[in-house]
């Protein structure tokens, strides 16, 4: 016998496909939600319904934002000669917490991973480099994960710009362990990164 509503089912269903999210923790968010008033379930309801409706990606930088250009790129306090290359735009929330980077940023959405059938020609590798040339870029620090996908995505990254010349590409440097994802570094050991950053040419 199901003791479970069929409606409440299909919400622990739905919960269980996100990621990290199991049919124990799935259970919990739904009774959780279920033990909240209407009023809330509506809110949370509505606010999925529009999500995709309001959010695009930033034409320059490739960043989830409710404008375009999104709100980094437009401000003129920041600098646009520095370009931060991430993997994901959790990595790009992770380093804007520290308040360590004051350039500008460049997603990726995505690593370098040919057995899943994943090239540059999948990652925004070109618009990166036309980008470099366009808006007279000075550096790219490559922030991708020190895992073999990130580091493997970092090593094509640095070759490719360095091949276009006149950009200096330094990469994250002390504080990552290896294997690590930058979205899971704390604050202070991602803002020493950051500072401690090395000029890839050695």
Do not use: W
Not at 38 to 52: K, N, P, T, V, Y
Not at 122 to 151: F, H, I, N
Not at 153 to 173: D, P
């Amino acid at each position: 016998m199901n003791v479970v509503p069929p409606a409440l089912a299909r919400l622990i269903a739905d919960l269980n496909r996100l990621p990290g999210i199991g049919r124990k923790t799935a259970t919990r968010l739904a009774l959780h939600i279920m033990r909240r008033p209407a009023s809330e379930a509506q809110s949370l309801a509505r606010d999925l319904a529009e999500l995709h409706g309001a959010i695009r990606l930033c034409a320059n930088c490739f960043a989830f934002s409710e404008t375009d250009p999104c709100a980094i790129c437009r401000d003129s306090e920041r600098d646009s000669r520095l370009v931060c290359v991430v993997e994901e735009p959790a990595d790009l929330m992770a380093i804007e917490k520290t308040g360590a980077f004051k350039g500008k940023y460049h997603i990726l959405h995505g690593v370098l991973s040919p057995m899943d059938g994943i090239g540059p020609e999948e990652l925004k590798v070109e618009a990166l480099v036309e980008r470099v040339r366009r808006q007279r870029v000075v550096e790219v620090l490559v922030a991708t994960s020190s895992t073999v996908p990130g580091e493997a995505t970092a090593a094509y990254l640095i070759k490719r710009l360095q091949e276009e010349g006149g950009v200096t590409v330094t990469r994250l440097a002390c504080g990552i362990p290896m294997g690590m994802d930058i979205k899971y570094a704390d604050e202070l050991t991602l803002s020493r990164a950051i500072e401690s950053r090395k000029d890839t040419r050695g």
